[in-house]
Every structure is written in C-alpha cells, then in structure tokens.
Nanobody
C-alpha cells in the first residue's frame, strides 16, 4: 500500500513560478519511477514529467520542456516539480503518481499504480 500526498499549488500570474511537492509513504521500496500528470477541465489527464529512480533519468512533455524541472530524493520518498515561466494553459489539477515496475512506457497514465489527490494550479492575471 502506497499513499501519495501533494503540497503546493495555488494562484500565480503568467510568467511566475511555483513549486509542487509530493511525499510517498508505505511500500515505496518497490517504486521504479514517480511522475506528475495534470488535468484541465474537460480534458484528459496528461503526462507532465517523470523521474526514474535507478539512474535519475528525467522525462518531460514537449509542452513543459525547458520550463519545468522534476527532482526527487528516493531515500526520502519525495519528488518535486519546479514550474517556471508559467502560462495560462498550464492551469490544471496536478497529480503525483508512482510506477512500481517498468511496463513499457513512462508516459502512459494507465501504467502508473498509485495516485495522489491532486492540487490545483491556476495561472491568471
């Protein structure tokens, strides 16, 4: 059993920055990777970023590459998402997720096993 608890989120102006954090507890010894997804109203939940614990390799959606940075501490079971140069289209509920084993994809949401409750990010003037 794994529980993921997110913190951060809120209202920020375009061009601003925000940092999201996620803490995992439970059977985290089996974690292969952790990632961030987001879902805007009326849209599908989409991949944002992920980190593979084995070697620290990171993965990003094209829409956030160069603006967002994922980082984590496997020993502490935490992961963060630093979001810079935020745009109104970044507005969404952001979810932290954990993948137990590699099963063919780092990007597909259905391959992640555990999810946090989500935190709202709103980018607006």
């Amino acid at each position: 059993q794994v529980q993921l608890v997110e913190s951060g989120g809120g209202l920020v102006q375009p061009g601003g920055s925000l940092r999201l954090s996620c803490a995992a507890s439970g059977r985290t010894f089996s974690s292969y990777a952790m990632g961030w997804f987001r879902q805007a109203p009326g849209k599908e939940r989409e991949f944002v970023a992920a980190i593979r614990w084995r070697d620290g390799t990171t993965y990003y959606a094209d829409s956030v590459k160069g603006r967002f940075t994922i980082s984590g501490d496997n020993a502490k079971n935490t992961v963060s998402l630093q979001m810079n140069s935020l745009k109104p289209e970044d507005t969404a509920v952001y979810y932290c997720a954990q993948k137990r084993i590699f099963d063919g994809s780092m990007y597909d949401r259905v391959t992640y096993d555990y999810w946090g409750q989500g935190t709202q990010v709103t980018v607006s003037s």
